[in-house]
């Protein structure tokens, strides 16, 4: 058994699409209803084990650090108020994990990012990978099945989802081995870069979240600018991996996500997540049949 226990959520981007609001607020801690994007990841990763966390971050992200720390002043004037619920929630925060911080110091892409938490942990071990840009449904179990896959066959493993034909064009898609269709793993052939519609190999895109180790590492030092950019991205180390021959697998999605790194994504999720709890669900249905209808 292979056994992953180290995770690097990757949080270093500026978050463009969301200005101006990202100016001061890291897109990462946009909440959806009561809760930061970034907390709803680190839970999940938490849930399949994941006992340290290294976030990779830049400047005016301390907002992340803030809110995974403990919070003395706060705690104490919900202890003088007797809001007892409201501190339970607030204090488990700081115990989930154990937190660590790098900052990316250049925006050089998203594998240099990652670069930048190469020291914080052993080569020799898998560590997982989130760029929280995009939420999967809890049902789904993401996290949990990647682990789950690479404890039993030590093979790194991407998570994936699916769009509608005419938005490849926006993502990274995924050529994978088509014999395996139905299979919830199948292997990964190649990746393609924002491809014409009519070029693509699949709609299946990668989310952003795997399992990596010491192959991915290794190629990812040695990966070259496919845009020609001069960014390094992860893709490029995958691409380096399946054109050498060296396996790598992906998860298909049970149920699609959600791209909070866009508007609607991110408004789709939070209308769901609302539709969702027991505690919003019939007041909030209501007023959406009633501007609906409107």
């Given at each position: 058994m292979?056994?992953?226990?180290?995770?690097?959520?990757?949080?270093?981007g500026?978050?463009?699409?969301?200005l101006?609001?990202?100016?001061?607020?890291?897109?990462?801690?946009?909440?959806?209803?009561?809760?930061?994007?970034?907390?709803?990841?680190?839970?999940?990763?938490?849930?399949?084990?994941?006992?340290?966390?290294?976030?990779v971050?830049?400047?005016?992200?301390?907002?992340?650090?803030?809110?995974?720390?403990?919070?003395y002043?706060?705690?104490?004037?919900?202890?003088?108020?007797?809001?007892?619920?409201?501190?339970?929630?607030?204090?488990?925060?700081?115990?989930?994990?154990?937190?660590?911080?790098?900052?990316?110091?250049?925006?050089h892409?998203?594998g240099?990012?990652?670069?930048?938490?190469k020291?914080?942990?052993?080569?020799?071990?898998?560590?997982l990978?989130v760029?929280?840009?995009?939420?999967?449904?809890?049902?789904?179990?993401?996290?949990?099945?990647?682990?789950?896959?690479?404890?039993?066959?030590?093979?790194?493993?991407?998570?994936?989802?699916?769009?509608?034909?005419?938005?490849?064009?926006?993502?990274?898609?995924?050529?994978?081995?088509?014999?395996?269709?139905?299979?919830?793993?199948?292997?990964v052939?190649?990746?393609?870069?924002?491809?014409?519609?009519?070029?693509?190999?699949?709609?299946?895109?990668?989310?952003?979240?795997?399992?990596?180790?010491?192959?991915?590492?290794?190629h990812?030092?040695?990966?070259?600018?496919?845009?020609?950019?001069?960014?390094?991205?992860?893709?490029?180390?995958?691409?380096?991996?399946?054109?050498?021959?060296?396996?790598?697998?992906?998860?298909r999605?049970?149920?699609?996500?959600?791209?909070?790194?866009?508007?609607?994504?991110?408004?789709?999720?939070?209308?769901?997540?609302?539709?969702?709890?027991?505690?919003?669900?019939?007041?909030?249905?209501?007023?959406?049949?009633?501007?609906?209808?409107?």
């Amino acid at each position: 058994m292979f056994k992953v226990k180290k995770a690097i959520f990757v949080v270093a981007g500026f978050g463009t699409r969301f200005l101006p609001i990202t100016k001061s607020v890291p897109k990462e801690m946009m909440p959806i209803i009561d809760k930061p994007i970034i907390q709803y990841l680190v839970e999940e990763a938490v849930q399949a084990g994941i006992e340290d966390i290294i976030f990779v971050t830049g400047r005016g992200k301390n907002a992340i650090e803030n809110h995974f720390d403990k919070s003395y002043e706060l705690e104490s004037t919900l202890v003088e108020k007797g809001k007892h619920d409201l501190l339970s929630n607030v204090e488990k925060i700081s115990k989930l994990a154990e937190f660590a911080y790098v900052r990316q110091p250049v925006q050089h892409g998203d594998g240099h990012a990652l670069l930048c938490a190469k020291s914080f942990i052993d080569l020799d071990e898998p560590v997982l990978v989130v760029f929280p840009d995009y939420i999967m449904p809890s049902s789904n179990q993401t996290l949990d099945k990647l682990i789950k896959f690479y404890g039993e066959f030590g093979k790194p493993v991407i998570a994936t989802d699916f769009v509608p034909q005419e938005k490849v064009s926006k993502y990274g898609i995924v050529d994978y081995d088509s014999s395996s269709e139905g299979k919830e793993i199948v292997k990964v052939n190649g990746f393609v870069e924002k491809p014409p519609i009519d070029q693509a190999p699949s709609n299946m895109i990668n989310n952003g979240y795997a399992v990596i180790d010491k192959t991915v590492w290794n190629h990812l030092e040695q990966a070259e600018s496919t845009a020609g950019d001069g960014e390094i991205r992860v893709a490029d180390a995958f691409v380096k991996m399946t054109n050498a021959g060296q396996e790598l697998y992906a998860l298909r999605a049970e149920k699609s996500g959600y791209d909070c790194g866009t508007p609607v994504g991110f408004l789709k999720a939070t209308v769901d997540f609302a539709l969702n709890r027991e505690d919003l669900k019939q007041e909030f249905t209501q007023f959406l049949e009633n501007r609906i209808c409107q």
